[in-house]
């Protein structure tokens, strides 16, 4: 009786496969093996971020359409279920009130009389500290110790060092013979005295950014401009300020958003109702006040919305504008 023998591909006898060996299992497990791995490779950086876009979704995204919708309608505070469809009527009530257009002034100059001293002070600190002196930690901390201060706090300090009759400020002026300055009722002086808080606050922090740029910057460039003879300001000039252009723009736009966005520091300082509405007369009330008053004084809530996209727009003109500038520089150097 013959026996067949199986053979290889070849002709070749050879060993039949075992029974059950599942030659197909093994080709489909390495497909799976293989699947999975390109999912982990490709598919683990989504996951990763994913919870920041999940974030940004649900507080940032959504709040900023529905506030688009919102300023679509007649809303009041009490009643957010029930809308009037007046399309862009709050935009152009916006353009016509006298108030917008006081809060948008009032807030472009706090902003500078603010930001401009500021980052220029955090600047000069920033060189300062960028030279090995005993205690420099102590100065680092103690530079960044008002930005842990609360607003709150900070503010209402700086209300009671402004105060007319008894604050620290007007003594200090009667000394030289000044009289008492009302700063809270005088429109130039209460801005000066909201930047005030605004400066203390933020210098520190923006010092620590340009020090930490500075650090940066490799000490043969200034090595290599003493060599040719540079000065120390000739070194701060030609290497420092183009070492950290990219930290000072940061800095720039940062403080520009800050500025757009001021409340907690005018509404403390106002003491009161008067904080609400920037001062008796309006001197002080920046856009973040107005979109206050909007909705939570007189219950407008489309009003308050619209306050709130003009405010993002304007932010988006600012930005707009920043980047041709830049561009236009960039092409002159």
Do not use: C
């Not at 680092?140 to 842990?148: C, F, G, H, S």
Request: proline content about 4%.
């Amino acid at each position: 009786m013959a026996i067949s023998t199986p053979t290889t591909p070849d002709g070749a006898p050879g060993a039949a496969p075992p029974a059950g060996s599942g030659t197909g299992t093994g080709a489909e497990h390495q497909r799976r093996s293989t699947l999975l791995h390109r999912l982990d490779v490709r598919g683990a950086p989504y996951a990763f971020i994913a919870p920041f876009f999940v974030v940004f979704a649900a507080f940032s995204f959504y709040p900023l359409v529905y506030t688009s919708w919102i300023s679509l309608h007649r809303v009041e505070l009490s009643t957010l279920n029930l809308m009037e469809w007046v399309g862009f009527d709050n935009y152009t009530a916006l353009w016509d009130d006298d108030r917008f257009w006081n809060a948008l002034l009032n807030t472009f100059t706090i902003g500078v009389l603010s930001t401009v001293p500021q980052l220029l002070m955090a600047l000069g600190l920033a060189h300062l500290l960028n030279y090995q002196l005993r205690g420099s930690t102590f100065f680092r901390v103690a530079a960044l110790t008002p930005y842990a201060t609360s607003v709150g706090a900070a503010a209402l300090v700086f209300t009671m060092l402004f105060e007319r009759d008894f604050g620290m400020i007007n003594w200090m002026l009667s000394l030289v013979g000044i009289d008492n300055i009302d700063f809270e009722n005088n429109k130039w002086a209460a801005q000066t005295a909201i930047s005030t808080i605004v400066i203390w606050r933020w210098t520190g922090y923006n010092a620590l950014l340009y020090l930490a740029a500075m650090q940066a910057i490799p000490r043969d460039r200034y090595e290599a401009a003493a060599i040719d003879g540079a000065s120390r300001w000739q070194q701060f000039l030609k290497v420092t300020i183009p070492g950290i252009r990219s930290t000072i723009v940061f800095t720039i736009v940062l403080s520009t958003i800050g500025a757009t966005q001021l409340f907690g520091e005018p509404l403390i300082f106002g003491q009161g109702p008067n904080g609400i509405t920037g001062g008796a007369d309006n001197q002080y009330q920046t856009l973040g006040l107005l979109l206050y008053e909007e909705g939570w004084k007189n219950y407008q809530m489309g009003r308050a919305a619209t306050v709130a996209w003009a405010m993002f727009l304007l932010l988006i003109v600012l930005f707009v504008v920043q980047r041709v500038v830049k561009r236009v520089l960039a092409r002159r150097a």
